[in-house]
């Protein structure tokens, strides 16, 4: 391109050059024409560059303009064309250029548009992954509080188990006092009477009714331990 523009510009600078020369003197034709072919008296001394001026136009009286034009339109003709060409090269690298960045800008979309859909998937398999891990921590924290309500009533059952065996060696020590007053005083009426409270508690009827009857025997009035014997029977 560039060694075709060094070529070509030469002859249209030439060709331009000539073309205005050739205009400016086709307008001042008239006035050279009329301009005397020998000078008058007292200018014999005249100036080489008139001279050379007479000398032109003498020659150029003696051309045929006519049968130039032809040629002239033809070398224009040329010109023109290599103008033309030269143009529609031009036009060819900047359609070039065009569908090249055309062709960058689809990539470019192409890569961005593959880019945000990776980048979504990310972010969805991100959010698969924080919710497994949710779902995780909560199996985790129910199965936690199962072995929590589990451990609990592990724990319940043992304090009941020990609260019954405390309560039982309390009855036992009391059922023992009872017996260790009684043997001392026969007549204790209250240790009887506890005695006999006890058994009941336990489910040991015979020994309470027994106690009872002591109790009638000492005291026969006494209301509860009746309703008490009533139940019994």
Not at 4 to 23: D, E, Q, R
Not at 60 to 76: D, E, H, I, T, V
Not at 204 to 219: G, I, R, W, Y
Request: proline share 3%; hydrophobic share 40%; with cysteine.
């Amino acid at each position: 391109m560039k060694t075709l523009i060094l070529n070509i510009a030469p002859w249209v600078m030439a060709g331009l050059s000539i073309t205005s020369i050739t205009f400016i003197f086709l307008r001042k034709r008239s006035l050279l024409l009329k301009l005397p072919a020998r000078p008058p008296e007292g200018q014999e001394h005249v100036s080489i560059f008139k001279a050379l001026i007479q000398k032109i136009i003498i020659r150029m009286k003696g051309l045929r303009y006519f049968s130039y034009q032809p040629a002239m339109a033809a070398w224009f003709e040329k010109i023109l064309r290599k103008i033309r060409v030269l143009l529609l090269k031009i036009d060819n690298v900047f359609l070039r250029m065009i569908g090249a960045s055309r062709e960058k800008t689809q990539i470019w979309t192409v890569r961005s548009r593959a880019w945000m859909e990776q980048h979504r998937l990310k972010k969805i398999k991100k959010l698969e992954v924080l919710e497994k891990l949710d779902q995780a921590e909560i199996i985790e924290t129910i199965q936690k509080a199962k072995e929590e309500v589990k451990n609990g009533k592990k724990e319940k059952k043992e304090e009941e188990k020990k609260i019954e065996i405390s309560e039982g060696e309390l009855r036992q020590a009391e059922e023992a006092n009872c017996i260790d007053l009684i043997a001392r005083d026969p007549r204790n009426i209250e240790s009887y009477r506890r005695l006999g409270f006890l058994y009941c508690e336990l489910g040991n009827k015979e020994d309470a009714k027994n106690c009872f009857k002591q109790v009638l025997k000492l005291n026969p009035d006494d209301l509860e331990v009746i309703s008490k014997m009533k139940e019994l029977i």
